[in-house]
């Protein structure tokens, strides 16, 4: 038996783009160890650009921006009688299209539109899927390694993705009335993602992270899947509420030689 237990065991993965995804990673590792993944896509273009990579595979389609598509996410899998030993929730979006502004001057509908799509969709797939959702399943998300500091280049993203940690603690407890369903989330360094390609001036800040890890390497997105399988998995029974830091020790690292004597121009 595979140490994760997972095998046999049915998971709604959301979030898949691309091959280059963090939902896709996650899929494929429970693949691996024997698990069956379903998907919910925002289209029918990346239904049909999932089944070109996994052909027969079952794809629902929800776009978490407009209404009545969870709640109808959470019917269907009800007419088709699954039952969930666990979920993924890697969804994210920010409207940077007139680029990066100060903070103060973020634009009402930007934020909230952020933060219906980032953060409370959490909330309304879990909601939507309560009933799905085996006793002791596991749901997972994806955040950031720190909503506390503030890259300019991130903008209203970092506030945003606080509010889905807060999300986390707040529906772990309430389902603790009538469930053992855990919630926890994936707190990530940077990724080279497709997603993150598209957040302005993120390069820099990618390639300044990597320098800050204790490893000098940047942290692999097969590294966040593999930190979410093992949350989705019963082996990590115990977390709930949590936000696992996964960064490769760049947030202890501020005082970094090289770094320091870098910026400083400072010479050994």
């Known amino acids: 038996m595979s140490f994760l237990e997972v095998k046999d065991k049915t998971f709604l993965i959301s979030g898949f783009a691309n091959r280059k995804s963090v939902a896709w990673c996650v899929s494929q590792a429970l693949v691996k160890e024997g698990a069956k993944v379903i998907f919910s896509v925002r289209s029918e273009k990346r239904k049909n650009e999932l089944l070109a990579l996994m052909p027969n595979s079952t794809v629902f389609i929800c776009d978490f921006e407009r209404?009545?598509?969870?709640?109808?996410?959470?019917?269907?899998?009800?007419?088709?009688?699954?039952?969930?030993?666990?979920?993924?929730?890697?969804?994210?979006?920010?409207?940077?299209?007139?680029?990066?502004?100060?903070f103060h001057e973020t634009k009402r509908a930007d934020f909230l539109q952020a933060i219906e799509i980032s953060s409370f969709s959490l909330v309304e797939l879990s909601n939507a899927c309560k009933e799905v959702l085996v006793e002791d399943a596991s749901v997972?998300?994806?955040?950031?390694?720190?909503?506390?500091?503030?890259?300019?280049?991130?903008?209203?993203?970092?506030?945003?993705?606080?509010?889905?940690?807060?999300?986390?603690?707040?529906?772990?407890?309430?389902?603790?009335?009538?469930s053992n369903i855990r919630f926890n989330s994936v707190n990530a360094g940077p990724l080279?993602?497709?997603?993150?390609?598209?957040?302005?001036?993120y390069l820099v800040n990618y390639l300044y992270a990597e320098k800050l890890t204790f490893r000098k390497k940047a942290l692999q997105t097969s590294e966040v899947s593999n930190l979410a399988v093992f949350l989705l998995s019963p082996r990590s029974s115990g977390i709930n509420g949590q936000g696992v830091v996964i960064d490769a020790g760049m947030g202890f690292n501020y005082f970094d030689k090289e770094i320091v004597e870098d910026s400083m121009q400072i010479k050994s």
């Open 192 to 201: 080279k993602t497709s997603a993150s390609a598209g957040i302005p001036g």
């Open 140 to 178: 997972v998300t994806i955040g950031i390694s720190s909503t506390e500091v503030t890259a300019e280049n991130y903008g209203y993203m970092a506030p945003v993705k606080a509010s889905l940690e807060a999300n986390v603690r707040y529906l772990a407890k309430s389902f603790s009335s009538f």
């Open 67 to 102: 209404k009545g598509d969870v709640e109808n996410l959470g019917t269907e899998l009800k007419k088709s009688d699954i039952k969930l030993h666990g979920l993924l929730h890697s969804i994210a979006y920010a409207n940077y299209s007139e680029g990066m502004k100060p």
